[in-house]
């Protein structure tokens, strides 16, 4: 389902100390269903825009809206709720649990949403294999390598079929073919009109995105560029 991710006057003001830190100044934006990478140095504020979108962080001033939600209005397990509904998430660590199996965790967000054993087992076993590890269904985390870990992440992201993918360096611990099998992965649910947001460090990375954000000390700059 397609679900236009709002960001309005969102801002993020941490204290710090005597003082504070702006972390994140005051942005407006709408992300188009697609691609968006988010670029920038270390410390200019895009964990923060994230956590924010994702609402694990209460924004200081501002609003996220999604469709017709307002995300911080909900109560923090209604919010929860409308995540499991609505969101899929990867980090540059994967998170998987460790005491479940690959198959499991993939279940695990499905299990959370009340979906029956079976349709659970059956979505899971097709992700898994969507992201090649139709073999490795029974491994636990600690049997997989990196980019296998993240392929199960990604998995348990997508089963949902969340409108929104959020993904913070989920390339950043990867080699570049498994980076870059990583990167189709999160292009083909951007590309069927799914809004994905991806941190990215990797220019490269960046330039597969539809549109690019530019965060530089807590701002946020919409980039232009010429599509070749
Ligand atoms: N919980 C917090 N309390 C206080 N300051 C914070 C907190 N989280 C982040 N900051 C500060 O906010 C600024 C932005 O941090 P953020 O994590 O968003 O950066 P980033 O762009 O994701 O950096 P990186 O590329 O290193 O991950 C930094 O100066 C950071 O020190
Ligand atoms: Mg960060």
């Given at each position: 389902m397609t679900l236009l991710l709002k960001a309005e006057n969102l801002s993020r003001v941490y204290p710090s100390g005597e003082g504070q830190v702006t972390a994140l100044r005051p942005f407006t934006h709408t992300f188009a269903p697609g691609m968006t990478a988010v670029v920038g140095p270390s410390g200019s504020g895009k964990s923060t825009l994230l956590n924010l979108l994702a609402g694990f962080d209460t924004p200081t001033a501002g609003r996220v809206v999604v469709g017709d939600t307002d995300l911080h209005r909900l109560t923090e397990s209604g919010r929860a709720d409308f995540r499991l509904a609505h969101y899929g998430f990867v980090f540059q660590s994967h998170?998987?649990?460790?005491?479940?199996?690959?198959?499991?965790?993939?279940?695990?967000?499905?299990?959370?949403?009340?979906?029956?054993?079976r349709e659970r087992r059956d979505r899971a076993r097709a992700l898994l294999a969507q992201v090649g590890l139709e073999k490795r269904t029974g491994h636990m985390p600690a049997q997989l390598s990196g980019g296998e870990a993240q392929r199960v992440a990604l998995a348990r992201a997508l089963v949902g079929e969340p409108g929104v993918l959020l993904a913070d360096e989920p390339t950043g611990n990867l080699d570049t073919k498994t980076g870059n099998e990583v990167l189709e992965l999160l292009l083909a649910p951007a590309k069927a009109g799914r809004t994905v947001v991806l941190i990215t460090h990797d220019a490269e990375v960046a330039a597969r995105a539809d549109y690019t954000l530019r965060v530089r000390d807590g701002e946020v700059r919409e980039e232009t560029r010429v599509r070749v």
């Open positions: 998170n998987l649990v460790a005491i479940l199996s690959a198959q499991e965790n993939v279940e695990f967000p499905l299990m959370l949403a009340g979906v029956p054993p």
